[in-house]
């Protein structure tokens, strides 16, 4: 059995006329993921009878489709190239994978499954897959799941916990594996009896993913800007259920909203306030503001202010560092930091490669 392309661009009504009966699918909307196709007859032996493929018979390919031709529930022809076929069970087993990764590869592997017959005596069908991208998937996770924050400026690295929600879109890439393994010899296969198995793998992903896409220094509330390393890594973790069981990949994927729990922001914000002052200068300001905010209320000091500055005196001589100490701390680093010319003395800026004063070259 196989099957011969008739035409590419040419009226099905034209065709229809040299054929005893065709089968078509004339749509498959976003919800429907398979379908059986529909026989439509010119007369002769079976024409009454949908599950007999007459030898002439036509198959016709509508953009988005590919066609599974199926003998008691085994694939024998495969069609995924937009056209008219015509049907001939003395043509060896053929394949037309229309560009699709992998058909000819899992076509080959079932073929040395089966047998095949010859004439038409057994149940036959044509079942057409939607090979369109399936809009409007929506997911969002009911619980919060761990993302790892990675701040190497900061030498920040401690799990959050974050919650998002969004829309995805998948593509069928194998229907021969999506027909075997997923709808079988359904009339009819709907996008809502998986949806839901797709959801909660998609959301046990998202948790790897995310990890994947932190160590790479993204931040929580980028991950919307970088949503085609997200599809990378779910499609990678989803390999082994969705891709080389089912024949599936999601395409693309959009986040409404992502967002931490507000301890988890405040902890990061003060942790990265706290960071700053790591620099003696950054450290040194911010202590003559603190000293600076400390004598205004001191002036202000119901008992007098010459009691509040009394007070400031004796928390000064208590110990702690003096703002003084903090600024040459911050000037010997950037002295030590500067570059200068071996020649003249002169202070260089970075990246010069001859001294502006005397002309030396810097080395």
Known sequence: MGLIKAAVNATLSTLQDTWKDYFVCEALSQDVLMAKGSKKGNGGLFADKSDVITNGSGIVVNDGQCALIVEDGKILEVAAETGYYTFDSE???????????????????????????????????????????????????????????????????????????????????????????????????????????????????????????????????????HTMELVEALNANLNAKWSALRGMEIVSMGINSISASKEDEEMIKNLQKTAVFKDPSMAAANLVGAQADAMRDAAKNSAGAFTGFMGMNMANQAGGINANELFKQANAQNQANAKFCSNCGQALEAGVKFCPNCGNKIS
């Open 91 to 225: 043509k060896s087993p053929s394949v037309f994978d229309g560009g699709f990764a992998g058909i000819t590869n899992t076509f080959k592997e079932l073929a040395s499954r089966f047998a095949y017959g010859g004439e038409a005596h057994t149940t036959q069908c044509v079942y057409y897959v939607n090979t369109k991208e399936i809009m409007e998937n929506l997911f969002g996770t009911p619980n919060p799941i761990p993302f790892r924050v990675i701040d190497s400026n900061i030498g920040l690295d401690v799990d959050i916990a974050i919650r998002c929600n969004g829309e995805y879109s998948f593509k069928i890439v194998d229907p021969l594996l999506f027909y075997t393994n997923v709808a079988g010899n359904s009339d009819i296969y709907t996008k809502d009896k998986i949806a839901n198995q797709m959801k909660t793998e998609l959301l046990t992903a998202l948790q790897p993913a995310f990890a994947a896409i932190s160590a790479a220094g993204v931040r929580y509330s980028e991950v919307p800007m």
